[in-house]
């Protein structure tokens, strides 16, 4: 969301990236690493501008099928926290109600948050991340927060993600995946961040981007497979897509560019290699699992009864809560099992006042494997 332009360029690339086999992107708030993105207000209020960027950007992934990742605090060595260095505690937890009810008010289905990336916050400035969860499900606890820190997670998120320790019961989901520190020194380490053109010798920035070595490429395919197969999916995280504009490459890159043929990947860092990109992943991914297409995919049982003590149904927006093995409308298959990316007996999803789910012909049909056991208000 760093302009109207880079909003514009990512939308327009959704149906290649659908195409591919993709079905998820993250986009945040506030950020990012050398971003200047900020979506929040001193009051912790989300900016129109922002706002608007992001509601685009969720309502252009739903027309194909697609999941965004919507990131609140970026805090680390993000710009855009300078504007916010008197907040507290409830501040994070005003940003993180804010954002659960603009997503509610409109209705936004096709998302779960990242409350705090990586526990920057939580780590910089002592925050509780539980806390913040709290005051979003208050909102609405229909919208499906998640835990994305090393400390031991709390109880209270919907699912967990990147660096969380897994849960038992509960969705984790490996959202920014990138070949590990045993590969050639990482390719988040020194490979992406060395630069020729130091500033005071204290800033690094991010070079070699959409360069990746055929060891690299080998780690990141594997664990691709692994984690798909293993756990709830797998997000690429590349410097690719991340870099800054403000940088001195440029980006970010929603074009998936090159195969990243490249022979000497050291050579001029700081310059944009002509074969550089990730298209080598997303072809990976294609021929490996298809084109995403959510439709075809799972089986269609019945909701069997419905909780005769709940009896007042004029209320439009009335909200219940339905536990399956499975998410139904999920946006990942995971091919061993057969099931869907939102995994667990704690996955939510909505029915309307009739029983019905996404717009289901006929009245209690619920796609997927699964029950109705609860139902209450929002």
Same mark, same amino acid.
């Given at each position: ?6 909003? &514009? ?8 990236? @659908?195409?591919? =086999? ?53 805090? $680390? ?6 504007? /916010? $260095?008197?907040? =507290? ?9 804010? %954002? ?25 400035? =002592? ?14 606890? $229909?919208?499906? +927060? ?5 400390? *031991? ?20 989901? &490996?959202?920014?995946?990138? *070949?590990?520190?045993?590969? /050639? ?8 961040? #060395? %630069? ?11 070079? @070699? ?29 590349? %410097? ?9 490459? !440029?980006?970010?890159?929603?074009? *998936?560019?090159?195969? $990243? ?10 310059? +944009? ?8 992943? +997303? ?9 995403? &297409? ?24 009335? #909200? ?10 999920? *946006?990942?298959?995971?091919? %061993?099992? =057969? ?15 009739? !029983? #019905? ?9 619920? @796609?997927?494997? !699964? ?8």
């Amino acid at each position: 969301m760093i302009s109207d332009e880079s909003t &514009d360029d990512l939308i327009e690339h959704f149906p290649e990236y @659908r195409e591919h =086999g993709i079905n998820a992107v993250s986009v945040f708030f506030m950020g990012s690493r050398f971003g200047d993105v900020k979506g929040y207000r001193a009051d912790a209020s989300l900016d129109p501008v922002y706002a608007d960027r992001m509601a685009r950007i969720i309502k252009a992934a739903d027309k194909q099928k697609m999941i965004v990742v919507v990131g609140c605090l970026y805090w $680390s060595t993000s710009k855009s926290k300078d504007a /916010l $260095s008197d907040w =507290g505690q409830e501040d994070a937890n005003r940003a993180i109600a804010n %954002t659960t009810r603009w997503l509610s008010d409109h209705d936004y289905r096709n998302v779960f948050v990242d409350v705090d990336n990586e526990g920057m916050a939580h780590d910089a400035k =002592g925050w509780s991340i539980a806390e913040m969860i709290d005051a979003g499900h208050a909102v609405d606890p $229909s919208i499906m +927060l998640a835990y994305n820190d090393g400390d *031991p997670p709390p109880d209270n998120a919907d699912l967990y993600i990147h660096h969380s320790p897994k849960v038992k019961g509960k969705p984790w989901l &490996d959202t920014e995946a990138t *070949p590990g520190k045993s590969t /050639l020194g990482g390719y988040w380490g020194n490979f992406s961040k #060395q %630069t020729h053109k130091r500033t005071g010798g204290s800033y690094y920035n991010y070079s @070699r981007i959409g360069r990746y070595t055929e060891a690299m490429k080998a780690e990141q395919i594997r664990r691709t497979v692994d984690e798909i197969e293993r756990y709830n999916g797998h997000m690429l995280a590349s %410097t690719w897509l991340q870099c800054a504009s403000n940088e001195s490459i !440029g980006g970010p890159f929603a074009d *998936p560019g090159g195969h $990243s043929r490249i022979k000497d990947v050291d050579i001029d860092v700081d310059r +944009l290699h002509s074969d550089a990109g990730i298209r080598w992943w +997303l072809d990976f991914v294609k021929d490996k699992y298809g084109a995403w &297409d959510p439709g075809k995919r799972g089986t269609v049982s019945a909701v069997k009864s419905i909780d005769p003590s709940i009896r007042d149904w004029t209320d439009g927006r009335f #909200q219940m809560v339905a536990t399956f093995d499975w998410f139904p409308e999920g *946006p990942s298959y995971r091919s %061993t099992d =057969g099931s869907y990316f939102f995994s667990g007996r704690n996955a939510l999803t909505r029915l309307d006042t009739k !029983g #019905q789910l996404s717009g289901n012909p006929s009245p209690g049909a619920v @796609r997927g494997r !699964g029950s109705l056991t609860e139902m209450r208000y929002r």
